[in-house]
T-cell receptor, first 116, second 112 residues
Framework: NAGVMQNPRHLVRRRGQEARLRCSPM?????VYWYRQLPEEGLKFMVY????????ESGMPKERFSAEFPKEGPSILRIQQVVRGDSAAYFC??????????????FGEGSRLTVL | GDSVTQMEGPVTLSEEAFLTINCTYT??????LFWYVQYPGEGLQLLLK?????DKGSNKGFEATYRKETTSFHLEKGSVQVSDSAVYFC???????????FGTGTSLTVIP
């Protein structure tokens, strides 16, 4: 029973390039969350998606960042025209439709983005 | 809105010392409360949880009791080990919807 799979684990980009981070939730999970963790800081919520819908994107910067969770395939967090301040670990988590009843988020191991 | 406030770190303890990491929350109704742990270089994993008032969550020697009167969910362990060195996150999910709110994390280092 595979867990939440994120790739790539490490990504290096130059300023101005695009970064695409992928997340495959656990089997049967239809809710995906993206969080950003900056060095020496806590976990910052970015966006919460269900299949084909963005439920809450209040934590996502208005420009350059976008997320999707299509009917088929992984969820993708896309960062356009990256800047050095985007360097961080990006974590994806998933939960089943009854997430609140089970009460648990399952996290991937994160994608570490470095912008040169 | 709903939120979690946890004690700032970093915390450094000697092996076998007693650990307390404070966590308080703000929420309407009856949220579920969690502690997650993040070991170096890894993602977060659930440590323990409590879904209603006065529940005690426990795992691996860690405990936390859901106190509605003080809106708290403090994490405790009677005797820490070097292997407990990690970052600990308090979190809640409200009684409606599927959003999860995390505290800023508390880094714990246990020295031999």
């Amino acid at each position: 029973n595979a867990g939440v799979m994120q790739n790539p684990r490490h990504l290096v980009r130059r300023r101005g390039q695009e970064a695409r981070l992928r997340c495959s939730p656990m089997k049967g999970h239809s809710h995906v969350y993206w969080y950003r963790q900056l060095p020496e800081e806590g976990l910052k919520f970015m966006v919460y998606l269900q299949k084909e819908n963005i439920i809450d994107e209040s934590g996502m910067p208005k420009e350059r960042f976008s997320a999707e969770f299509p009917k088929e395939g992984p969820s993708i967090l896309r960062i356009q025209q990256v800047v050095r301040g985007d360097s961080a670990a990006y974590f994806c988590a998933s939960s089943p439709p009854t997430g609140r009843e089970t009460g648990e988020l399952f996290f991937g191991e994160g994608s570490r983005l470095t912008v040169l | 809105g709903d939120s979690v406030t946890q004690m700032e770190g970093p915390v450094t303890l000697s092996e076998e010392a007693f650990l307390t990491i404070n966590c308080t929350y703000t929420a309407t109704g009856y949220p579920s409360l969690f502690w997650y742990v993040q070991y170096p270089g890894e993602g977060l994993q659930l440590l323990l949880k409590a879904t209603k008032a006065d529940d005690k969550g426990s795992n691996k020697g860690f405990e936390a009791t859901y106190r509605k009167e003080t809106t708290s969910f403090h994490l405790e362990k009677g005797s820490v080990q070097v292997s407990d060195s990690a970052v600990y996150f308090c979190a809640l999910t409200p009684n409606t919807g599927n959003q999860f709110y995390f505290g800023t994390g508390t880094s714990l280092t246990v020295i031999p």
